[in-house]
RNA sequence: CGGGGUGUAGCUCAAUUGGUAGAGCGCUCGGUUCGGGACCGAGAGGUUCCCGGUUCAAGCCCGGGCACCCCGACCA
């Protein structure tokens, strides 16, 4: 965009610095082809490569939802406004970002097609910003015995959330999601299921997306409105601002309540059902970008990329072109057999070089490169789009040290393992930055001057306060809890009792204060 | 909603005091190229965001509207 501000790159910066991140980011997105602006407020386009990438995180996804037990069902974008509304927490945490359809007709008045006035509805109808409401209204038809629970549903739909500020997969007006809805007939096992589906999206975001995260709980100010707890996973960007990745959440039986649904249980009384509701977004797509990118452009997982593999021919003269093609269609077809997903870029008119730089923007996990020095010596050249120790090297040492030549079936049986282990050196590297930006902090003097550095990141602090004290370090730092994390995700030098770091009242654990997206 | 900024070719931007609307990139065609973003030549592409006003004459000045961007507020 023209008004943006211009940022100077650095062609041998590695690692972005967080002052121009933000555009970095952009930049990213841009330059891989994953989504665009549209002419509709706050919303974007998903390009073919992004809606890729997104699509391998549902089939991930929806694997283990139906290994826990979870079906798949649809219910409607429209939510009648008294539906909504009567669940009293819920609606008025959503009520300042609701898109409202009030007709259902257009007219044209005087050469002009415009909202017939006299088709206004009834009842206004807004459109989703989450479906808890209106799945609840129609849950209430499913249930009237203990034995018709629990109940175990997944919807990916898109969802509108009317945001006053929004960016690129990570705040749109529109977004693509999942969301469970369970109904449970005691309140622990609802439980139990809120835990249980943060250790799937905790497990997935580690193993798929290779982005460590923390669980934990949100507190009070930051639950979800409507929710007896919010649980929530919090990965770290290279920026060492927070995201959050995922959540969880225990609704206890206020959206029973709301929507009366009871249910007669083996004693023979009547009881509210307990719920839990738990979804990811398109905003994994962004974490996914912020996480692993490099000023090259998008690094993506090998286990979500849409291509493993992008196989470029090399070649000067015809006959060259017409043996090298062969060629390079056998590589793809042997490496396809491998149940690999295989690109041939046998685009005319683009130099090799082009392609490179377009398949390195895209992430691509590995290069293929044949040319006629490869027929020749009966080998080829493969190129990682990652190396482990990356962030220590220049450029042009990079792409010296991704290269290899190797012999024809030694490449091809390699590439299976290089992906393999790019996956999980994605997830070492980002496992040593978080680390590296995670400090134990005591005093608020301390904490000013991390989050005042060129490297801020999670903050683990003593906390007593409570929202109005929250508040209070927001407004002074510009910093969240981020979550109260598990005891098990503490790290071993911030474990024990304390004070805490504002009010100097006894704590009983650590939290995690950020800069948050 | 408050403060600031910007709307000109697909993209990034020029256009002197108000005086014939331009460049680079991209795109199309032809040729030479091809192991890290090729080159030469030719060509296509415009309601200067919209409406109104001032003027002999408006991309430029004035009024109104709309959109987008940045900062803040807001954000399970």
Redesign the pocket.
Known sequence: ????PVVKQDPDAITPRAADY?QWYLDIVKKAQLAE?TPV??CMCIRPHGYAIWEKMQRELDERFKATGHQNAYFPLFIPLSLLTREEKHAS?FA??CAVVTHHRLKSINGKVGVDPESELEEPLVIRP?SETIIWAQFKNWIQSYRDLPILINQWANIVRW????RVFL?TAEFL?QEGHTAHSTEKEALEETWRMLGVYAEFAENVLAVPVLRGR?TPG????G?VE?LCIEGMMQDGKAL?MG?SHYLGQNFAKAADVQFLNKEGRLEYVYASSW?V?TRLVGALIMAHSDD?GLIVPPKLAPIHAAVVP???TDAE?TRVLEEAAKVRDELKSKGLSVKLDDRE?L????K???W??KGVPIRV?V????LEKGSL?L?RRFLADADKLTDVER?KK??SFLPRAEALASVPKILDEMQKQLLERARAFRASRSKVIDSIEDYEAFFKSEEPGFAWVHWAGDAGHEDQMARRFETSIRCIPLPEDVPEQARGKGKCILTGQPSEQRVVMARAY
Do not use: L
């Not at 965009?1 to 943006?4: A, E, R, T």
């Not at 945001?163 to 929004?166: A, F, G, H, V």
């Not at 930051?222 to 409105?225: G, L, S, V, Y």
């Open positions: 965009m023209s008004n943006q933000s602006h407020r706050g945490g300042k970002e989450t945001e006053m500020r929004t705040r999601w949100k930051e639950r979800f409105a929710a919010t959050q959540t979804g977004s090259n090399i070649f000067k072109k008119g130099t090799p070089g082009a490179y730089y377009e390195e923007a490169e040319g006629p020095k490869d050249c190129v792409r991704a290269k």
